[in-house]
Every structure is written in C-alpha cells, then in structure tokens.
C-alpha cells in the first residue's frame, strides 16, 4: 500500500514537473495590454483602470492582489466577458476578445471561462450533480459531471442538496460546475472569502492543484494578500493600475501559508 502511494506521488510530482516546463516554454495564454476602463455617471467619468497591464501563462495559478476599490473586480469583468473596456485590449489564448461583439461576448462566457464566485451562486432546489450538470449543457466539450465532483473530492454528497452541504463543500460544488465547463480560463472571485481558514486553506490547495497537475490557467482576485506565495504569478492593481507583475518559480505549498 506505501508503495502504491509513492508511485502515485511520483507520478504527480513528475506530472507537475512537465507542466512547469510546458508553461515556462509556452506563449502568453493571457494578454491584458494598456487596458483603460472609464465609467461615465452622469455628468463624471469614473476612471477604473488606466493602462493596466499583464501577462499569465497557460496552466499558471495567478493572484490579482489590492485593496477594495483597486480595480480588481472591473479587471475581472473584463476578463470574463462581462463588460467591455475603453481602450487596450485583452487577449485570451490568441483570441482578441476586446474586439468580440455582444454576441462574441455570450459564446465566450459560455464556452471558454468558468467563474468561481465568493458565495457559491449554486441553485438551491437542485442536487450537487445536477448543479455541475446544469453548467455542462450549455458547452462544447464538457467534462462529467460524476467524475468531476470526485475529483474535487465530493463523490458522496452528488445527491445532496446545498442545504445539506457545509460551507467548503458547497464551494467545491461551485469549483466543479465550473471546471466541468472545461474552460479555458478559470476565474475566482474571492473564493474562501465566506469559508473559515481550514476549509479556505483547502480550498486553494484545490486550485493550486488544478493549475498545477491539470494545467487550468487559474487566476484567483482577491484582497488578502498573505495567500500570494501561492501563487506563480502575483499582479498587484493599486488606484486602476497594475503596480507591479512578481513571478515566483518556487510557489509555497499551501499548508505553510497562514493569515
């Protein structure tokens, strides 16, 4: 059995290596250029961001960082689709998606990115499974949904109601609606934020993984800023613009990290 489990770490650590090579030798999977967000109330232009830019790899884990008010949740929007910007653009894995008309924009949310939200978004009257189904039937090449609540650890509770879920699982559950979309970008919005410190801890333990071992391109937003050793790419956003990019070849493992 101890042997068994050595193999099967092996094997991951040998996984994670050659997707740390892969990312290292591959092109920037995430392109945000000069980008300037201006909202116009009334008779005053609110400025949101202003020529923020970026770069994250394919299956990197990457950590937006500031306080509230940075711009985090407008990069964020922008990003996935849910709103457009003023000027610069964004591209996604080639795909030029500041050019994407309304309709571009619907078919990119639907198939290329899965949102990770602080409070979960799932439907109440609705079991875990058919949560995570619900999300399937609306994508190209989605995962299924049984053998993606196993991998995030929930292959009891797929006949449960969120109701009947602690707080972490109904995350989880969030997680796999998300990743059964099998999207090219996986977008989280602080998600431990609602969680205790345990089960947040496991939380990013559980994206880190799936950037990692899986090869998702993660990027987690979010204000605390004592997770981003975690991270391979921490992008500090201050005032709407993006202060400084830190890469950290050398992520620290989630179990050494408190807040």
């Not at 920037?28 to 949101?48: L, N, P, Q, S, T």
């Not at 849910?82 to 000027?87: G, K, P, Q, V």
């Amino acid at each position: 059995m101890d042997r068994d489990k050595e193999i099967a770490r092996l094997q991951r650590l040998i996984k994670a290596t050659e997707a740390e090579i892969a990312r290292e030798q591959s092109p920037d999977f995430v392109v945000f250029d000069k980008v300037r967000k201006v909202y116009h109330v009334g008779e005053i232009d609110i400025e949101a961001l202003r020529e923020a830019s970026f770069t994250v790899k394919k299956g990197e884990l990457a950590i937006v960082v500031g306080e509230s008010g940075a711009g985090k949740t407008t990069l964020l929007n922008i990003l996935g689709g849910m709103d457009t910007l003023t000027e610069g653009r964004v591209i996604l894995d080639g795909q030029d998606i500041s050019k994407f008309n309304q309709k571009e924009l619907t078919r990119y949310r639907r198939y290329d990115i899965g949102f990770v939200f602080q409070f979960y978004n799932l439907v109440q009257n609705l079991t875990a499974i058919e949560n995570v189904s619900l999300a399937t039937q609306i994508c190209k090449n989605p995962l299924d949904p049984a053998e993606t609540l196993k991998a995030v650890g929930l292959g009891e509770r797929m006949k449960n109601f969120p109701g009947q879920l602690s707080g972490g699982e109904q995350q989880r559950v969030a997680i796999a609606r998300a990743l059964a979309k099998n999207p090219k970008l996986l977008l989280c919005d602080e998600p431990t934020g609602a969680l205790d410190y345990y089960t947040g801890k496991a939380i990013l333990q559980l994206l880190q993984n799936q950037a990692h071992e899986s090869g998702t391109t993660v990027i987690i937003i979010t204000h605390n800023k004592a997770i981003t050793p975690m991270a391979d790419r921490v992008i500090s956003v201050r005032n709407g613009m993006v202060q400084e990019v830190t890469i950290n070849n050398n992520p620290t493992p989630i179990s050494e990290i408190q807040w």
